[in-house]
């Protein structure tokens, strides 16, 4: 049997939570790791646009992190389910509105950040990644970096925006979670859970991250205090948490 192929961007949230959830059903898989715009070229060979992850399957592709997280749970495997019978419904809904509102805003805000920081950029381009895309990535970091801003709208309305998504986001879960119930859905951890951590990870820059993160030291002073802000936000410190007690587990 051909084995699966997870074509990311090595330091993606999204790519983050398809690798998460591959480990966690204990599923064999390479990874083939690129850094933002040099993705484009594999992908579009492997048959696809120009999203990742991308899980390329023999002659199937599997496009979009739910849609792999989804695969990975129909697949025979001893790991732990990500959508269990009773809650696949509700664990569903929960993790499409992370993809939509937490996903975009986590990378709009993180990268308002990292794109004014070339030596930490090129630190988080520096894990997985093919030698000559980190080269070329540090000779031509101006037109990346423009082409980054505005193909994600990185600029100060669109990372007020997201601030203001996060908050949301992050008061949502932390009232879902008031109750005392240790995850998302009740006793069990599920996709949802390891969606909200996944995607939340920039803004808490957990120690174990599937593609490790430089130290939060090498961060901009008000990044590194937004950083301790979100991370002592009861969501924010549940991230670490599922980070600290799920992440590496099957």
Request: hydrophobic share 40%.
């Amino acid at each position: 049997m051909t084995i699966p192929r997870l074509v990311t961007i090595t330091f993606s949230h999204y790519c983050e939570k398809a690798r998460w959830g591959l480990e966690r059903r204990r599923l064999d898989f390479v990874e083939d790791g690129h850094l933002p715009l040099f993705h484009w070229l594999p992908v579009r060979r492997a048959g696809g646009e120009r999203q990742v992850p991308l899980l390329v399957v023999g002659d199937q592709l599997v496009a979009d992190s739910t849609a792999i997280l989804q695969w990975a749970d129909a697949q025979p495997s001893d790991g732990p389910r990500l959508y269990p019978d009773a809650v696949a419904d509700e664990v569903l809904t929960l993790e499409e509105g992370f993809d939509h509102d937490l996903g975009p805003a986590a990378r709009r805000w993180a990268y308002g950040f990292i794109l004014r920081r070339r030596e930490y950029l090129m630190r988080l381009s520096g894990e997985g990644a093919p030698a000559w895309e980190r080269r070329g990535m540090g000779l031509g970091f101006r037109p990346v970096r423009w082409l980054m801003r505005r193909g994600m709208r990185i600029d100060e309305a669109g990372i007020a925006r997201s601030r203001d998504k996060l908050a949301r986001t992050f008061d949502d879960v932390a009232e879902r979670l008031s109750d005392g119930r240790p995850y998302l859905t009740g006793d069990t951890f599920t996709a949802a859970d390891l969606t909200f951590a996944a995607l939340a990870a920039p803004t808490v820059v957990p120690a174990n991250n599937g593609s490790p993160f430089p130290p939060v030291a090498e961060l901009p002073a008000d990044a590194q205090a937004e950083i301790e802000a979100y991370r002592a936000h009861p969501a924010g410190a549940y991230a670490l948490r599922l980070y600290a007690d799920e992440r590496g587990r099957g």
